[in-house]
């Protein structure tokens, strides 16, 4: 959606959409926004609660069915397992993503990893598709002013122009752009905990070529996890840059993260948006 500074400021119920990579800020803003009449619409937490939320809770019990003393209780129907997904805790999606590697160390086999890699590419295209029924919900069942979008790093990473076009139709899409420095500490803050990420398969696939021969590795479970997130990490990150700028270019206005940090209030954040605007 492009707008002029006046067409937002007029615009009753504002919806925008927040792009970018993981760790820019996204969820921070969006929680402080939940505090001033923006319903806060998160696209992990929507994949964990509606699209993922079986597959979730088979991993779970397949873990607790290895286990003698809860595999007989699970079986008797004696505990049942649930998901206690939240928009600040998600978890339980990172942890059904896994790791690749060996199985010793947590780590999953390439097939596993790919069917689980794939199920999340499905569902977050879904999710992002539902946001303009979110944005009609937040109005009519929970009355909410405004609509805030907290997508997920990977949506540069769908694909799908029918997805981006009904974001760009219904909502303000805002990138936030990392600045050289952020891009730094960023990196070295998922070097500092490896977390388990989505990949494009034919990114996995060049990128897990590399590293096994420069390991000098001859199969998938003989690699160390949180090792191979470590060194693929940095490379998806700037994988993923021209792809968030071919988007902002087409749909989206641009902000930094050194302009959202300094944001503390929604009326700071509306002339952020706007200063985007005229820009």
Request: proline share 4%; glycine share 4%; hydrophobic share 40%.
């Given at each position: ?32 926004l939940r505090n001033s009449s ?133 909502t303000v899409i805002i990138y ?9 500490a960023l990196i070295a803050r ?90």
């Amino acid at each position: 959606m492009r707008l002029s500074v006046e067409q937002f400021r007029c615009w009753e119920h504002k919806s925008i959409t927040l792009l970018g990579m993981s760790g820019v800020g996204k969820t921070r803003l969006s929680a402080m926004l939940r505090n001033s009449s923006w319903f806060h619409y998160s696209g992990d937490y929507r994949i964990g609660t509606r699209y993922l939320d079986e597959p979730i809770l088979d991993n779970l019990k397949q873990q607790v069915m290895q286990i003698p003393f809860l595999r007989d209780l699970l079986s008797s129907d004696s505990i049942y397992i649930r998901n206690n997904l939240s928009v600040d805790n998600l978890k339980p999606v990172s942890s059904f993503l896994g790791k690749l590697g060996n199985p010793e160390l947590g780590g999953l086999a390439l097939p596993e990893f790919k069917r689980r890699q794939a199920l999340h590419h499905h569902a977050e295209i879904a999710a992002m598709r539902d946001v303009p029924d979110f944005i009609r919900k937040a109005q009519t069942i929970y009355g909410y002013n405004h609509f805030i979008n907290d997508a997920g790093g990977s949506v540069c990473e769908l694909d799908d122009d029918e997805t981006l076009q009904t974001l760009a139709k219904h909502t303000v899409i805002i990138y936030i752009q990392a600045t050289e420095q952020d891009e730094k500490a960023l990196i070295a803050r998922a070097e500092r905990a490896p977390k388990p990420l989505y990949y494009r398969e034919a990114f996995l696939d060049e990128q897990l070529a590399i590293y096994m021969e420069e390991q000098a590795l001859s199969y998938v479970a003989q690699i160390e996890p949180d090792d191979f997130v470590r060194w693929i990490f940095s490379r998806l990150f700037y994988s993923r840059i021209p792809r968030y700028q071919a988007i902002a270019e087409q749909y989206a206005y641009t902000i930094t993260t050194t302009d959202l940090a300094q944001v503390q209030t929604e009326q700071e954040f509306l002339a952020l948006i706007e200063q985007a605007l005229e820009r």
